[in-house]
């Protein structure tokens, strides 16, 4: 082990190479691997009970703003997808496309009916379908096709649905959590009478969105609007919340598009007004995936591992017995125990505190970096001297990981949640500074190139850019040589003259790198 | 309007046409309906909402013996499926295959590149792959293949790991949540040292599934060993809880299997045990589905529509204003949200009390109805003549739906949580009669042939058969015929003489009519 690798948890670290960094790092918290399956990761338990809890409080949200779940086949008809022009075209090169409906024994080795390599003797598709199916990339159009048949009357608008599900968009250089060929998320697919509503619920979720990345995720985000040529395929406008990296790359965390009739007209959503004239509805659609997981290890991840937020940690504090033989065993466990239920009822962001006694059978200095790496907010620590002392030792994983400090138990209890508050509080405060210091505003083209270029801390750069610069040459070089692209406008009030066509009134966007 | 259906909410009653009656209550309670994705169902609002409520109190189960859950690819290439020969052979009917990874515009009308119909200028299916995959029917391939990278010595084991996800057997003749391409589980995959350990997992589960229909659903089950002939492919025993219909025919409500060594050695799980020697380890999996939303119905409902048991209704209690003019609007719905936090915080079950408001503006009866068939428990009504009388009238779904009661509103705060344990008791018993009362034990085979030919009452008929019967083909003739199958051996120490071959020591098994 060279001497570096003793002194950090995770090598390499996040400066000698972010992205290297990023894989070690899910892999020493064993949060998801990639599977044999082209493009597709395993979430594993760590790992999905993150999503879990992220899951748990988006839908609180959701519900709480009116929204119902419900479920939508995993198939569309390719007819479908294609009932919408941009849609088909931004998802055809994505798509899985099932054809055929059983299997049937091979003749032997070679290609089967399909043209597939097979082995000798094995089975071989069969049963083909009239029709393809694609595996739903997002469900626009065949929930779409369900909402034509529902909606009739302005009576049964608005509809309000949320769908928690799979998706898959083919995938040949999967990230794990970041860009992967499945993933689970949620779409939320609404229904309106007037457009004025369609557009308030747009940027309602945008703001569930975002109050959910900050006081849930303790990560800041910026939310705004997507240009153009950025828009969800099928939409009038995207609003997105974008979350800045450690790397400084901006992380699309969540969308929500004002669809306009675009697909009442596609999939012959109309019904009638309160005048008895018959209109097409107005629709939304919004989701967050599993990505956030990714974006939560990105935005709060040390050298030492994943440091979780406490509202979504699985587990908040873990308790460590140290013993050496069988006497101080019970003694200690039996403390531990009772500790545990106290802290349990201490109670935190109003649920039960969630703590667990770690009683494995692994060296003290082991079970300590495991917690450590998977990032568990407070690391109690249980020997017989506390015992003796009636204090505990604890570590709080926003601290360097050798610090402990030794605090009585009864105080534990009672400040326990005021210090899991204060950890959630600091992580978003320091996310917030790390945001504002790699933030700036250019006005020039030369400013931005030369903040891409020559500062190595460059991360958002705002700077006015007209509609019009995405068809412009210039704009296109230059993002593409310094692989940047246009995040979003924050503020379409916010204007200056376009660094690129020097049109008066252009909107400020942000510009950055991206994942 | 006929006569009949004026007296009744639902049309055909059970008596009428049992299967129509089970559509026409998923239909009037919303539940959910066919789409046009072939053998595929929507979820609806109402549908959902029951399944998360199961979702939740099983996951808890399964949490509390232990398990976490994780996720795995949705996609199974086909060579793994092939790696255990029962289990191909018994999904290759019903697999749905993906072959190609994109979409291209295709060359005009006629027929793609995978020889499907398709429009004219529309896109067609491109990029093939390699070696198909198959969307899992089940998942004990994929899992299998994780896990031989995950278990390497017995200090990783067991692994106990449950997954919720979506699951398609090809089906074309789809019967709502009882029969559908597409459905919703969860899929339990533990691994274990020892075939003991393994084979107490196994019932472990069939124990927290018979807990949960019993005592969630409400709903009474036969716990038992399925015969070799209905046996999971692949599995060495397959436990199954059996649930009666209303019609008296069975449904399979969840199994429980014990896989022996057979899917360890087709996946290559193995571990070096204390001893350092080199073993396969011992595997078990089991699941429950959407299915048992379709058993809660045929088990409670009754011609006015869906019965829901309180534990798992979405709401327990809806509260129906009665108003004429604003000024009572304003009192009544004042009155309204008081009792509605009240109810809440009497709490059920260690709940919130689930109630609402329906405020809508729907006639007084028509609104009643409403609730009625969507099967929520307690139904409260609240006018002015209550206001002034200090009562409210509240009707129970467990009773005909124009009985009523004016309760002080006091009182039915204070007893709403023993009224909603009393309804969730009663329901418990009177389907544990109904059970009871429709079976019976023969032992003979002239006795079973009556007893499912002559009785039209006919449910579980009980007797000695055995192991070798499944060959014999006497038994599947008279199964055949009468469309009897063997459901489960609840005990094989019961056993006689087997009423095909005369057989001593034939265990008794159930027979039954079954979904």
Redesign the interface.
């Known amino acids: 082990m060279s001497k570096r690798a003793t002194r950090t948890a995770i090598s390499p670290t996040r400066d000698e190479n972010y992205p290297e960094w990023y894989q070690q790092v899910v892999r020493a918290a064993d949060l998801a691997e990639l599977?044999?399956?082209r493009g597709?990761?395993?979430?594993?338990?760590w790992g999905?009970?993150l999503w879990?809890n992220m899951q748990r409080a988006l839908d609180g949200m959701f519900k709480a703003t009116g929204h119902?779940?419900?479920?939508?086949?995993?198939?569309?008809?390719?007819?479908y997808?294609?009932r919408e022009a941009e849609h088909?075209e931004g998802f055809?090169?994505?798509?899985?496309?099932?054809?055929?409906?059983?299997?049937?024994p091979g003749a032997g080795g070679g290609r089967?009916a399909?043209?597939?390599?097979?082995?000798a003797g094995?089975?071989?598709?069969a049963?083909?379908?009239?029709?393809?199916?694609?595996?739903r990339p997002t469900s626009e159009t065949?929930i779409g096709?369900?909402y034509s048949k529902w909606v009739q009357s302005y009576r049964d608008l608005p509809i309000l649905?949320n769908q928690w599900?799979?998706v898959?968009r083919?995938e040949l250089r999967p990230r794990l959590f970041l860009r992967t060929a499945?993933f689970?998320w949620q779409e939320g697919h609404t229904v309106h009478a007037t457009a004025g509503e369609a557009h308030e619920e747009t940027l309602r979720m945008l703001g569930v969105y975002a109050d959910f990345a900050e006081n849930h995720m303790a990560m800041p985000v910026v939310r705004g609007e997507k240009s153009a040529g950025e828009r969800f395929p099928g939409a009038e406008n995207t609003y997105t919340i974008e979350a800045m990296m450690q790397d400084r790359k901006a992380l699309q965390a969540g969308t929500s598009h004002f669809l306009g009739q675009n697909f009442a007209r596609a999939c012959n959503i109309t019904f009638s007004d309160r005048d008895g004239a018959l209109a097409h509805a107005w629709t939304t659609s919004w989701g967050v995936s599993t990505r956030l997981v990714g974006g939560l290890i990105m935005t709060h991840g040390d050298d030492d591992g994943v440091v979780l937020p406490p509202r979504l940690a699985p587990q908040q504090a873990v308790i460590l017995p140290i013993y050496k033989d069988e006497t101080q065993r019970n003694a200690v466990l039996d403390f531990c125990r009772g500790l545990e239920r106290r802290l349990r009822d201490a109670r935190y962001a109003d649920e039960p505190l969630r703590v667990a006694i770690d009683d494995r059978d692994l060296r003290g200095g082991e079970k300590n970096w495991y917690h450590v790496k998977r990032g568990v907010p407070l690391r109690i620590e249980v020997g017989p001297r506390d015992l003796a002392a009636g204090t505990v030792s604890v570590a709080r994983r926003d601290q360097p990981p050798r610090q402990r400090a030794a605090v009585a138990h009864e105080q534990l209890v009672a400040d326990a949640p005021a210090l899991l508050a204060a950890m959630q509080d600091g992580m978003l405060q320091r996310a917030r500074r790390f945001l504002a210091d790699h933030s700036t505003r250019v006005s020039s083209l030369a400013a931005l190139e030369e903040y891409f270029r020559d500062d190595a801390s460059a991360g958002f750069a705002t700077a006015p850019v007209s509609a019009a610069a995405e068809q412009d040459p210039a704009y296109r070089e230059l993002l593409g040589r310094l692989k940047l692209s246009l995040r979003c406008i924050p503020d379409a009030a916010d204007t200056g003259t376009c660094i690129f066509g020097g049109e008066a009134g252009a909107p400020a966007a942000v510009i950055a790198r991206a994942y």
């Open positions: 599977s044999p399956v597709c990761m395993v979430i594993k338990p999905y009970a879990e119902s779940n419900a479920y939508f086949p995993l198939f569309i008809p390719l007819r997808l294609e088909v055809a090169k994505e798509c899985a496309v099932v054809t055929h409906h059983r299997l049937e089967g399909a043209g597939e390599v097979r082995g094995g089975v071989v598709p049963g083909k379908l009239d029709e393809p199916y694609v595996v065949i096709e369900m649905i599900a799979n898959v083919w499945e689970l």
